[in-house]
C-alpha cells in the first residue's frame, strides 16, 4: 500500500496543482476553455485511489459510496494523525457527494480539501491531564505518536504506532521507549540522522563547490558530491550497522570511499569501479583520522581557494563545542580586521599578525589555534606538509580542551572532551525540540539529556531514544484556561 506521502503529491500532479505549493502568478489569467478540466483529470487517477483502499478497484453502483466513507475515513484518520470524529467524515462524505460523478473527482476533492487543513499542515497539540503530574499535561496518545514519528522518522507514524497510541501503550515512559527503540530500528530512521548531519556540517553544498582548476585540478564538484556521500556513508555504516559513539565517529582510523574518491586521495586497494559503491579503507592516522579531517568537511568550511584557519576554527568551536562565536558582520569591524597581505608566509604567520590587533584578539585566542591545527589540509581537504613553501606549524592548545600538535592529536582531545559529547547531545535536542536552547531556562533539560548520553557509553543511536525519555518530550507546558 502506499504511504499518504506518496500518494498526495501523485494525486497532485495528476490534477494539475498542488495545494501544498505556492504557485508563481500567472502573466495572464487563462480561459475558462484553455484551463484542464478537474473532472477529465481525475478520470486519470482511478490506479492511485486503488493504492489508497482495495475496495476502489471493484466498485459498483451500489459499492461506490460505502467504498467512499471508508477510504475517506482511514485516509482522513492518517492525514490527521489521530482518529477522527463521526462528524467530520460527515462532511468530508457530503463533499464528496457534491462531486461524485465521477467517483473519482469526489475522492479527489476531498483529498485536496484534507491536505489543505490546518490539521494536516500542523502538528496541532492539546494535551490531556496526567493525575501523576497535575502542574503539566501530557500528549495524547496519538498526538505522542506523532512526536516519535516526526522526532525519528521525520514524517507521519505508521500503523503499529497508532496501534499503540491507540492501546495506551504511550501514556507512559516505558511504553514510549519501546516505541522509540523500534523506530530507531527501523531503516526510515536513517534518513532523519542524514537530515541532521547535513546541517550540523559543512556538507551539504558539496556539489555545487568549485575551485581554480589551476590550483585544484583533481578537484571538481563531481568530486564534492563523492565528498558529500562518503561523510553520509560513513555515519550510516558506523551509527546503526555497529553502534559508533561520537567518540569513535571523531578518531575513527577509517573512512569510506568510492574508486574516483580514492584516487583523489591518493588511496589504494578499492576494487569497485562503480561509483555508488563506498569500500571501507584505512587512514594513515599519523596525518587524519575521523570525521572532522574527511574531505568534505574540510572542504566545506573553505569558500575560497586559499585555507582559511579562522573559518574552520569557528566551524569546530560552534559546532563541535558550542561555544558560539560568532564572525564580525558589521562593515567597520570588517575594514579594521581586514587581513594584511604577507607574501612567502604561512598562513599561521598571516593569521597570527591578523588577531595580534585588539579588536581581533578576544575571539581569535579561541579560533586560530583549532583552524592552525588543520593547516595541514588545503582547500580541498588534501594533505599537505607545506604552505606556500614553508612547513606548517599545526600546534596549538584550545583553553578547556588542551594542548595539541597536528589535527589529530586536536581530534583525540575534542572526542575525550565531556564538552564535545555535551554540545552533540544538545544539537540533537535542539532538531527533536525544534528550537534554539537558551542557556538558562534550557540548562536542566540539557543537563538531563547529556548525563542519559553518557550512561549510554554515548552511543549516538542510544542517544536518540533516551531523548524520548526527557521531561521536555513526555510532557508539555499547562495552559490555564
Not at 558550542?322 to 604577507?342: G, N, Y
Amino acid at each position: 500500500m502506499l504511504t499518504l506521502t506518496e500518494v498526495a503529491p501523485d494525486l497532485q500532479r495528476r490534477l494539475g496543482r498542488n495545494s501544498l505549493r505556492r504557485r508563481q502568478p500567472r502573466r495572464r489569467r487563462r480561459s475558462r476553455r484553455e484551463r484542464p478540466s478537474l473532472r477529465a483529470c481525475a478520470a486519470a487517477d482511478a490506479s492511485v485511489l486503488s493504492k489508497l483502499d482495495a475496495c476502489t478497484s471493484s466498485l459498483t453502483d451500489a459499492s461506490q459510496d460505502s467504498c467512499a466513507r471508508k477510504l475517506i475515513e482511514s485516509f482522513t484518520q492518517r492525514a490527521y494523525r489521530r482518529t477522527v470524529a463521526s462528524s467530520e467524515v460527515d462532511e468530508l462524505f457530503a463533499l464528496y457527494t457534491a462531486y461524485r460523478t465521477p467517483f473519482e473527482l469526489g475522492i479527489a476533492t476531498v483529498i485536496e480539501t484534507v491536505l489543505q487543513s490546518p490539521d494536516f499542515l500542523y502538528r496541532l497539540e492539546w494535551g490531556v491531564k496526567d493525575a501523576a503530574q497535575p502542574d503539566v499535561l501530557r500528549p495524547s496518545g496519538d498526538e505522542m505518536a506523532t512526536r516519535l514519528s516526526y522526532a525519528l522518522w521525520g514524517t507521519l507514524p505508521d500503523d503499529a504506532l497508532r496501534a499503540a497510541a491507540s492501546s495506551g501503550a504511550l501514556d507512559g515512559a516505558d511504553g514510549v521507549r519501546a516505541q522509540a527503540q523500534r523506530l530507531v530500528d527501523d531503516a526510515r530512521s536513517h534518513r532523519v540522522v542524514r537530515f541532521f548531519f547535513d546541517k550540523l556540517l559543512p556538507i551539504e553544498g558539496l556539489a555545487d563547490v568549485t575551485r581554480d582548476a589551476t590550483l585544484y585540478p583533481s578537484f571538481s564538484p563531481t568530486i564534492g558530491s563523492y565528498m558529500h556521500e562518503e561523510t553520509q556513508h560513513f555515519l550510516e555504516a558506523e551509527i546503526f550497522d555497529h553502534d559508533a559513539t561520537w567518540e569513535a565517529l571523531l578518531t575513527a582510523p577509517f573512512t569510506y570511499v568510492n574508486a574516483p574518491l580514492a584516487k583523489f586521495y591518493g588511496m589504494t586497494g578499492v576494487m569497485s569501479d562503480d561509483t555508488k559503491t563506498y569500500q571501507k579503507v584505512p587512514l594513515d592516522a599519523s596525518k587524519r583520522i575521523g570525521l572532522l579531517m574527511q574531505g568534505g568537511v574540510l572542504t566545506g568550511t573553505i569558500p575560497t581557494n586559499t585555507s582559511n584557519p579562522v573559518r574552520r576554527g569557528g566551524f569546530v568551536l560552534n559546532a563541535m563545542l558550542c561555544r558560539h562565536l560568532s564572525l564580525p558582520s558589521d562593515p567597520a569591524i570588517l575594514a579594521m580586521v581586514k587581513l594584511p597581505q604577507v607574501d612567502g608566509k604561512t598562513a599561521r604567520e598571516r593569521f597570527t599578525q591578523h588577531s595580534a590587533q585588539t579588536v581581533c584578539r578576544r575571539c581569535h585566542q579561541y579560533l586560530d589555534p583549532v583552524g592552525f591545527a588543520l593547516e595541514n589540509f588545503d582547500a580541498v581537504g588534501q594533505y599537505r606538509d607545506k604552505d606556500n613553501g614553508f612547513t606548517i606549524d599545526a600546534s596549538g592548545t584550545l583553553a578547556g580542551i588542551g594542548s595539541f600538535n597536528n589535527g589529530v592529536e586536536l581530534a583525540r582531545d575534542l572526542a575525550a572532551s565531556e564538552e564535545t559529547q555535551a554540545c552533540f547531545a544538545a544539537h540533537w535536542l535542539e532538531l527533536v525540540q525544534g528550537r534554539l536552547l537558551d542557556a538558562q531556562k534550557d540548562q536542566c533539560l540539557s543537563a538531563q539529556v547529556s548525563e542519559a548520553f553518557k550512561t549510554s557509553g554515548y552511543s549516538v543511536k542510544q542517544l536518540l531514544v533516551e531523548l524520548t525519555q526527557s521531561d521536555a518530550f513526555l510532557y508539555m507546558p499547562a495552559v490555564p484556561q
